[in-house]
């Protein structure tokens, strides 16, 4: 009943969408999009990767690198789902192998093995397609799944998702991002190991290449810094209220998530003095700086003590991974539910979730006064991610029996 329903679901949607299109620009660009993205040149692949989005494709990104360790672009085909993972992948490396993943109908899923023939499938994170993985495992391919999580409430666990466990029972290799996601998949008699998360090699891998601000050092001077990355106004408001307390040892670095609302941070914090990057002119003496110029802020993590992330009150936490390689501090919004390594890192000790704002300025400004302790912390967090380090590597190991 499960393969009908979704079968008609499928072959329906290619013509019901772009009806609605019409209607719905989001969807329409979408639709423009896939219609003239080129797809890469056909033929035999041993790998085929599956994204869902860019945070899932930069998953991928420490796996290709040990999958291609001779540059052998024509050995993969990456797929992804959605436009703003394809508009910001299409820009990197691998954008000769790259295409939107096609609609999962049974015509297109068996053009696309006619096409690119995949030995290995490699899903990241989720976006599981029935008909793809289903018709792949009837012609031999191999597929696992890397960086998976799962929670209780996740539809592979309802009724209506037995189907997908059946599908993941004949998965070579289920290689989870966390403990309770191998229980959760064990209990349900799918066969899964816990080998970490890839995320963790692939910020290792940004810090390693981190480049030198010597002007950021000269603002720095002997202070501890706080580095507030991608903020939104509720960590700004935050940091108007921690410069209240006139902490004269601290040096203040913000990147907004939105580089546009760079003069209007500016002017709600007029009356500290904010400097611009862009402008050139700081020194130890100014407090506050505002990084008005992309692709600086993984490199500014190198010289924070403390970093205020971006989106934890409005349940889109950003990227908490490449600080805490680095040893921050962290702090957060409560709204952390999807994130699970958000809690993690509360769990071991190096971060806070900002409930209150007060208890949060009272918290940086014992750290402050206490070298010793924000020390042990900066260690613990560093100790922590060189712990979680090398998943890659294992995943890599355990596919690596030819097919």
């Known amino acids: 009943m499960f393969r009908i329903g979704y079968t008609v679901t499928t072959y329906v949607a290619q013509y019901i969408l772009p009806v609605a299109a019409l209607i719905s620009p989001k ?70 192998r790259l295409m ?49 999580r799962f929670r209780p409430n996740h539809f592979v666990f309802a009724w209506h998702g037995k189907p997908y466990l059946q599908l993941f029972k004949r998965f070579k290799g ?23 998360d890839t995320r ?26 706080l580095m507030v990355g991608s903020s939104w106004e509720a960590e700004e408001l935050l940091t108007v209220q921690l410069l209240a307390r006139k902490l004269d040892n601290l040096a203040i670095v913000i990147a907004p998530h939105d580089l546009k609302r760079a003069n209007e941070i500016a002017h709600k914090l007029h ?18 700086l505002i990084l008005d110029t992309m692709g600086m802020l993984s490199s500014m993590y190198q010289y924070a003590d403390f970093a205020l992330i971006g989106g934890g009150f409005s349940g889109a936490l950003h990227n908490i991974l490449e600080p805490a390689i680095w040893g921050c501090y962290l702090s957060f919004g409560p709204k952390i539910s999807k994130f699970p390594e958000a809690q993690e890192f509360v769990d071991q000790g ?14 940086l400004s014992h750290l402050l006064s206490n070298p010793k302790e924000c020390a042990y912390l900066k260690q613990k967090a560093t100790d922590y991610c060189a712990s979680q380090l090398g998943s890659t590597a294992r995943i890599v190991n355990l596919m690596s029996k030819p097919v």
């Open 100 to 148: 939107y993943l096609p609609l999962d109908t049974a015509a297109n899923v068996s053009q696309f093995y006619h096409d690119y023939a995949p030995q290995k499938a490699i899903f990241i994170r989720y976006d599981f397609w029935f008909h793809f993985i289903n018709e792949g495992q009837k012609r031999g391919v191999e597929f696992y799944l890397v960086n998976g």
């Open 27 to 96: 969807l329409k660009d979408f639709l423009h999009q896939r219609k003239h993205a080129k797809p890469p040149l056909k033929g035999p692949v041993k790998f085929w990767i599956h994204a869902a989005s860019l945070g899932e494709y930069e998953m991928a990104l420490p796996l290709l690198a040990k999958l291609l360790p001779n540059g052998h672009l024509e050995d993969i085909l990456i797929t992804i789902f959605s436009p703003s993972g394809y508009t910001q992948a299409i820009k990197g490396k691998y954008a000769s």
């Open 271 to 288: 009356e500290f003095s904010p400097k611009k990057y862009t402008e050139g002119v700081f020194n130890a003496s100014d407090q506050v």
């Open 174 to 196: 289920i290689f989870t991002s966390d403990t309770k996601s191998a229980i959760l998949l064990k209990d349900n008699g799918v066969a899964a190991a816990y080998l970490g």
């Open 200 to 225: 963790f090699d692939r910020v290792d891998a940004i810090a390693q290449t981190a480049k030198r601000y010597v002007d950021i050092e000269q603002f720095k001077g002997n202070r501890k810094l």
């Open 350 to 363: 190096f971060a806070m979730v900002i409930n209150s704002d007060e208890t949060w300025v009272k918290q």
